[in-house]
Each structure stands twice: as structure tokens, then as C-alpha cells.
């Protein structure tokens, strides 16, 4: 119903052609990306453009209305030449993915029905399980947000999003954003008092120089959360393994239970691999979050060391915000650790 337009620009969606199954899409149209939040954000986009490859929605509203609007969703696609199409029976669709499992897929404008032969050559051509999406999404230089002198977080960016940079700058922290493939001694040259690994898409296994730096952030006790694709890079990093789910979590309405307390969250989620459970009990990390779906691990926090991590989005944007606590937890760890 709402929140595509955090969606569309949350980099996780690299590469990924998103469907929406809410029947009507675009009604209050896109607000203008210089509306910044009061740490100089962008308030309502995750990064600075649209991420995913393509839209598929059922009913395009012409008329968008909204204090905020300044182009429909229409002139927005245009303008960043991302493909999108409308009159599709998008929970149809949906309903059949679910069914066979996540899976490569074409958007067509030809008035001719594709051949099965040459869609076939064009999806084996481009996989999405054979990139590595950290050129396209990560940032390459270092970036700065905040002032604080003393309460510095160092932030590997893997594809993440404002609202992460936003949640930490809420709890009094300056952060220090550095690209994918920082290495240790850079992390640490930066004196951080701890470290969040982020989000972002495709296979974590490509993120080869992040699941070295992280395995040293473990080995000498920095204080790390890991989100999403973060999550599962740190377990690799401590010895467990990742798959490939057969479906994926995406939506703003997935189900989590903390072991801790039992308790029931709804989250946002966006991820198309999980961590192996029987590969997790050697590595010192015990599951946190489960989901009481497919019973796969949605989190997973360190018996000894000061390490932690959620798959799903504790920033969420788009909501619900009920998890917004994991930065608490992070900062409560922080503070115990006292480096």
C-alpha cells in the first residue's frame, strides 16, 4: 500500500525486478529527494536513485496527491530509465513464484511472444547468483555524517540504506561510512567504537574482503552488528554457511520470534539467502531471531564475543519500526565493552 518509494531505492533490490501485489500503486506519487530529514537525509528514499532492475504492478494511478508529491510514478521510472509494467495480475504472479521459488525473469515490450529459446539465452547471460553487486551499490570513498568527536561508528557499506546512517546518528553516534572492501587496519585507523556491517544484495560469499575484515573485528572483540546481508557475512566469517533460500523474504510484514523472550515482531525483510543452522554451532554464535515460516534464522548474537545480527531491517523504512531496539541493544554492548 505504501512505501515504494524506499523500496524501489533500497539498494538490496540490486539487480531484482520488484513486484508489488497491492492492487493500486502510485497514488500519492513521489515526494522531492531534496526534502531532508534534520541530519540531511533524504527523508523519504533509502539511496540516491532507484536500485531495482524493473517494476511490475497491477494498477498504475494516474493521479498522484500528496503535500509531498512532485512527479508521478510514471515520470519517475522515465527519468531513471528503469522499466516498468502495469496490468499484470501481480499476486498471480506472485502465487507461482511462491510455488517454484525465486527465479530469473524477463520484462518484454515486444508486441510478439518472446521465445522460449532466446529468454532462455538472455536470463542464463545475465544471473543474478553470479554477480557481485558491491561496484554498483557500495560507496567509494569515504563519507562522513555527524560531528560527534568521541562516539565514532565505522559503517562497511554493502548497499546500505539512509535510514541505517539515520538511526545512528539518532542515538549520538558520528558515522564513518567506508566502502565494501575496507580492510581491518582502515576500519580500525578510524579508532570506531564499534562497527556495522549493512545491508545489500546478492550472494554474501562474493563479499570476500568484508568476511575477512569482519573475521578480525570477531577475533579482536570490536563490538559489530551485522543487518541483512550483514548477518549472513558474519556468519561466514566465524566459520558457518549460507544458501540460497528457495523463498526469498521480502515484504514489510514477515514474522519473527525472539528465542530470548518469545516474543513476536513484524519486520521488514529483503534477503534471498540464510544461514545454515547446522553449520552455526562451532562458530561461538547462537541463533537470536527465528522465522516461524520456514524456521530459518533471522538473527544470530555471540556467547563470548561483543557481536550481533539480525536479518531482517531494524530500520525498516518502509516500517513497521517495532525493531528499531537491535541499535539499543548495539549501543547497550558498546557501552559494556567500553573501549
Known sequence: MVGYTESLTDPSYSGQILCLTYPLIGN?????????????????????????????????????????????????????KIPGIYGIDTRELTKIIRQDGVMMGIISSSKNKLEKLDASAVLQKDRYDNKNFMQTVSSKN??????????????????????????????????????????????????????????????????????????QLIEKSIPTLGICLGNQILALSAGADTFKLKYGHRGQNKTCMNIENNQSYITSQNHGYGIDPKTLEMTGFEPWFFNPDDKTIEGIIHKDKPALAVQFHPEASPGPYDCTFVFDKFTEIIDLNKR
Open 142 to 215: 569515504v563519507q562522513v555524517y555527524g560531528n560527534s568527536n568521541d562516539k565514532v561508528i565505522v559503517l562497511i557499506d554493502t548497499g546500505t540504506k539512509f535510514s541505517i546512517i539515520r538511526n545512528l546518528l539518532m542515538r549520538g553516534y558520528k558515522v564513518v561510512q567506508l566502502p565494501w572492501n575496507a580492510s581491518f587496519n582502515q576500519v580500525m585507523s578510524i579508532k570506531p567504537k564499534g562497527v556495522v556491517i549493512s545491508n545489500g544484495p546478492g550472494d554474501p560469499k562474493m563479499c570476500q574482503e568484508t568476511i575477512k575484515t569482519a573475521t
Open 28 to 80: 500519492y506519487g513521489v515526494p522531492d529527494i531534496n526534502i531532508l530529514d534534520e541530519f540531511g537525509l533524504p527523508k523519504f528514499f533509502e539511496s540516491d536513485r532507484i536500485q531495482c532492475s524493473g517494476l511490475i504492478i497491477h494498477k498504475l494511478s494516474d493521479i498522484a496527491s500528496h503535500w509531498s508529491c512532485v512527479k508521478t510514478l510514471d515520470e519517475w521510472l522515465y527519468e531513471e
